[in-house]
């Protein structure tokens, strides 16, 4: 099986600038879901001379496999669930469900204080909005971040990611409007596999990232 192995983050942004170029996008405004995406879209927003902003998003791990999507939440209320997995896990009822989206809660906003401070979430009507994160493996947490984005009634919804499983890819392909993704394997593994340094983004790297592109957007 040949499939490509980005070097990190950042080539795997540069890698989707081509394919980027080639949407004609309008009034783009390119939004990475940290950690991990925002040096992937810092790359798109570069390229394309566009506004950088996140959406705060966390997964919903499952008791004793924190790395197993049982859904997501959003900023603005938004919470996408496995009902089908759910089901499968022995113990995990109602209650136990909403203990981890309260803990997913918290961290979601410390998050968007640490990431935003005061300032207001982007005016995204009228606005061709780019959703990047550095790869998808179930889609749980871009479905959520889709959600929250559509609700905010922009022109157009469009994900980008380097790497993603086939499901993951249909199951966006009906929600928004375009899924530009570089490599689907089969079978799909863990998203750091499609990487040679797939080490943790930090905090301060995702808010230096937003500085950057702000700065530079503000000299121009």
């Known amino acids: 099986m040949n499939?490509?192995?980005?070097?990190?983050?950042?080539?795997?942004?540069?890698?989707?600038v081509p394919a980027m170029r080639g949407c004609a996008l309008k009034n783009p405004i390119i939004i990475g879901l940290p950690r991990g995406g925002v040096p992937v879209?810092?790359?798109?927003?570069?390229?394309?001379?566009?506004?950088l902003d996140i959406i705060t998003v966390r997964k919903l791990g499952a008791p004793l496999q924190p790395e197993l999507a049982i859904g997501a939440i959003a900023s603005g209320g938004i919470q996408v669930l496995n009902e089908a997995l759910v089901a499968q896990i022995p113990g995990l009822d109602?209650?136990?469900?909403?203990?981890?989206?309260?803990k997913e809660l918290r961290e979601m906003s410390r998050?968007?204080?640490?990431?935003?401070?005061?300032?207001p979430f982007p005016d995204l009507q009228q606005r061709d909005v780019v959703l990047v994160d550095d790869g998808m493996a179930t889609g749980a947490t871009m479905r959520a971040a889709a959600d929250a984005v559509l609700s905010q009634d922009p022109s157009k919804v469009l994900v980008a990611v380097p790497t993603a499983s086939e499901e993951a890819v249909r199951l966006l392909k009906?929600?928004?409007?375009?899924?530009?993704c570089l490599e689907t394997p089969s079978p799909f593994f863990a998203?750091?596999?499609?990487?040679?340094n797939f080490g943790q983004t930090s905090d301060e790297e995702v808010r230096g990232l937003l500085t950057e592109v702000h700065d530079n957007r503000s000299a121009a």
Do not use: H, N
């Open 3 to 16: 499939f490509r192995i980005f070097e990190d983050r950042y080539d795997a942004g540069r890698a989707l």
């Open 191 to 196: 998203v750091g596999y499609f990487y040679r």
């Open 174 to 180: 009906d929600k928004v409007d375009d899924v530009i």
């Open 94 to 102: 109602d209650s136990a469900v909403k203990t981890i989206v309260e």
């Open 111 to 119: 998050r968007d204080r640490l990431y935003r401070g005061d300032r």
């Open 41 to 51: 879209a810092f790359e798109i927003a570069l390229a394309l001379k566009a506004p």
